[in-house]
């Protein structure tokens, strides 16, 4: 079953039976015209799926969408604000996500069981309700399926990110057009098990809610759950899926459309993981780290997040050094069952062609030095390391740590 | 019994019964007149404790310590270089460190296996044996136990660091004194469990080997393995306690002197702990973070660590804010049972003086703000973090993540 990906993604508008809007209601007070609320919904009662972090100080906003997809309902829409992200706030946070979403439900004409509610941004502050209580009736009146308007949505919800994060797929089958689209946001608190990182996915399929959310978690496992830029992963992370069943479609395990929807979701939440970690804060490059010949799942996993979190290694690309040394230092740490005859690393280029080995059988090779040196400039590019101690691997993207990236941190 | 610090340590050579010498052999072909070879020669026979890296690629020299300590026979002398860390090496790195040890025991007029060697510097290149064969004849004509020698091998050692690290301390006990002093290198790769750095102690006192080991693991586990500059746990982190007996006395478990030697080896293993975080690469703070109130030791250490360790959190310090959200989410995603009410965090003095609350029962204490900037604001201070879920307590010391340090490790 053929699936595209469209050219040019206006994110969640571009799914039909969707309307969003994306709006300016000064949740941080600095009155600088930035948007930062935004509103979707589905015109249809949709089934929803929904991923979490795994943070025991998850927001209020977090607790409350694990009780709407515990539910199990339909679901008629979902509010967001960026700024704030309504963390650490106490029975205030709950009570004041509780009004948030009960002002959506109002402006989507829906019940409040109905709706999620996601915040993003700072920790430990209360979020500015009144403000909240103008934006969500503003945004109410501009809701609208029209491209503009998902860009708009998309640009809400961004915090420390440069640009917006969309992405749309098309998925032709036997019945007709399948449509899939997402937004997300996420550049710093970024690691794998979610992270500062918000992702709303829609789609007109017609999908029932458990093998929604099995398929759902399934690609999360495999994307955003696969990146990293500072090991930090935050309070508020949520992926949510919408399915309206606009399309006439339905998706039922075991149909001929199942596997081509997983690959299409698959391919989506990996474009939208790689847009987060690409635009991670003032970082200059991202590289795949790819671990195979482990002896387990758990030790592959090791191998490849030390890596992928060592600050020497991370250090070493910005400076476009290979430095395969640091490399290994970090594989002998990380717990992972190797030794130094069998370790094998390997430095390629972004995403084909062949890899050159640094480090093989005990021995660097100083022969192919400038073959690295040279794919370790570039902007992208690859990491094989084989353990040479069985048949599991583990893939994951990381960034370089940049002097930015410490000066853009150092105050908030 | 009477504990005193010396106000001018020399090192090694404040202790009776011990020579050494630090000296000039280019190893990193710089010819830059750098100090790069130490030799520690002990009078008499001394017995040995020993604890080192759990990195799985511990480098060839650390895997001959283990060898010399298995042989539970008494110990003549250590041989260092820095430079160079004979790590990642293979085969060529085993007859390398054993060629150095048969050099060193030649100078040292002993048997092999009476003589420790160690390496500390770059990962993956060959030593350079001609320059180490001179170099270790040099050394073993200029054996000394003048301050100046202690001083110079403590030279000898250092890699990244600014400045040595040297410390003594002197027991009065009823039979008489007893000198304890060390030195110590350090500042990458400075993670608990051990690091890039190498610690070496000398004491007159007269101790079993057992004892003697049982004494160190505890001295360690609470100094050198709670300190972080960056998380990565290095190849080749050594500490060696020699204790030749030259003053007479004996401490035997259960005896009126064992809590006092204890003590004092746990405050000489202290204090070189802070001097290597506190020459932490190009970093500006150091940070004690002192965790209570944990259901578990297991679960205070991953809190202590999580905070330890968290870019973010290590980001505000250098940019002097408190910035206590990033502490609750490190705390959050650490693993350790918690909630947002019984999580208290406070700020508070180096050492002393009382914390002020930053974030208690669910709250923030907005009215202490000025408090905490300005602790925050100091090159050292402390973080009290209270999880509210038990008894057990965690200490672990910290540095902020700098510019600099990004600069500095971009490339070697």
Chains 1, 2 share one sequence.
């Not at 053929?2 to 309307?19: C, K, Y």
């Not at 008629?76 to 509780?98: E, F, H, I, K, P």
């Not at 090991?231 to 992926?239: H, I, L, P």
């Not at 690859?382 to 410490?406: C, F, H, Q």
Request: a negative charge; proline letters at 3%.
């Amino acid at each position: 079953m053929a699936i595209f990906r469209q050219a040019n993604s206006s994110g969640l508008t571009d799914v039909p039976g969707f309307e969003v809007a994306g709006i300016h209601c000064d949740i941080r007070g600095k009155e600088d015209g930035r948007l930062d609320l935004a509103l979707i919904r589905s015109l249809r009662p949709a089934s929803a799926a929904g991923v979490f972090t795994r943070n025991a100080l998850a927001a209020a906003p977090v607790r409350l969408c694990r009780d709407v997809l515990a539910g199990g309902r339909p679901v008629r829409g979902l509010v967001v604000n960026s700024g704030n992200a309504n963390a650490c706030t106490g029975g205030q946070g709950l009570s004041d996500a509780m009004r948030m979403r009960a002002l959506a439900a109002d402006g989507l004409h829906c019940s409040e069981e109905a709706v999620f509610v996601c915040s993003t941004g700072r920790i430990g502050e209360p979020l500015p309700m009144e403000r909240i209580d103008h934006g969500v009736a503003i945004a109410a009146g501009k809701l609208s399926a029209h491209g503009d308007a998902g860009l708009l949505a998309a640009e809400a919800i961004l915090t420390s990110d440069t640009r917006r994060k969309v992405a749309t797929y098309r998925m032709e089958t036997p019945s007709g057009p399948v449509m899939l689209a997402g937004m997300a946001k996420g550049a710093g608190m970024i690691e794998p098990d979610m992270a500062t990182m918000l992702a709303f996915l829609t789609t007109d399929a017609d999908i029932e809610q458990t093998f929604l959310q099995e398929m759902l978690r399934e690609a999360v496992d495999d994307s955003f759950n696969r990146i990293t830029v500072d090991g930090d992963a935050s309070t508020n992370d949520s992926v949510l899926l919408l399915a309206n069943g606009a399309s006439g479609i339905t998706v039922v395990r075991e149909s001929e459309t199942a596997p081509a929807f997983k690959e299409a979701l698959e391919a989506l939440c990996r474009d939208l993981a790689l847009m987060i970690v690409g635009d991670g804060e003032r970082t200059t490059k991202v590289v795949e780290i790819r671990v195979s010949g482990a002896s387990s799942d758990e030790d592959a996993r090791r191998a490849g997040r030390a890596v992928a979190n060592s600050l020497l290694v991370k250090s070493s690309w910005f400076g476009n050094d290979p430095n395969w040394g640091r490399i290994m230092d970090a594989l002998g740490y990380s717990g992972a069952l190797l030794d130094e005859q069998s370790v094998r690393i390997a430095y390629g280029d972004w995403e084909s062609g062949p890899a050159a080995d640094a480090f093989a059988r005990g021995r660097v090779l100083t022969g192919n030095r400038a073959t690295w040196k040279a794919i370790v400039a570039a902007d992208r590019f690859r990491i094989e390391i084989d353990l040479g101690k069985g048949g599991a691997s583990y893939r994951i993207w990381s960034t370089d740590l940049t002097e930015g990236y410490v000066n853009f941190n150092k105050s908030e």
